[in-house]
């Protein structure tokens, strides 16, 4: 099974976990799980990823679309432009 899955605070009114599913469904992606990983606080980061270590990518939703930064590993050049 390949894992996605968003972070944010709070998650409540998301509807990507919903929406993935459907796409997945909708365009034949097997094999494939969308789910919300809500953390209060963006040092909780880390801790997602030991605990689910076979996530292959992440949406990062307010508040953290800034404050992920400091944990990616490279920065596509019009991320670093727009600071998100």
């Known amino acids: 099974m390949r894992k996605f899955g968003l972070i944010g605070f709070p ?3 998301s509807f990507s976990k ?3 599913t459907a796409k997945f469904e909708r365009e034949g992606i097997n094999g494939c799980q ?5 953390i209060p606080q963006i040092e909780d980061f ?3 990823l030991l605990k689910h270590p ?3 990518g ?3 939703t307010i508040p953290y679309k800034e ?3 400091s944990f990616l590993d490279e920065l596509d050049p019009a991320c670093k432009t ?3």
């Open 34 to 38: 969308f789910d919300l990983y809500e």
């Open 11 to 13: 998650l409540g009114h």
């Open 67 to 69: 404050q992920v930064i």
């Open 82 to 84: 727009i600071g998100a």
């Open 18 to 20: 919903k929406y993935f």
């Open 46 to 48: 880390p801790e997602v």
């Open 54 to 56: 076979e996530l292959e």
């Open 58 to 60: 992440m949406a990062v």
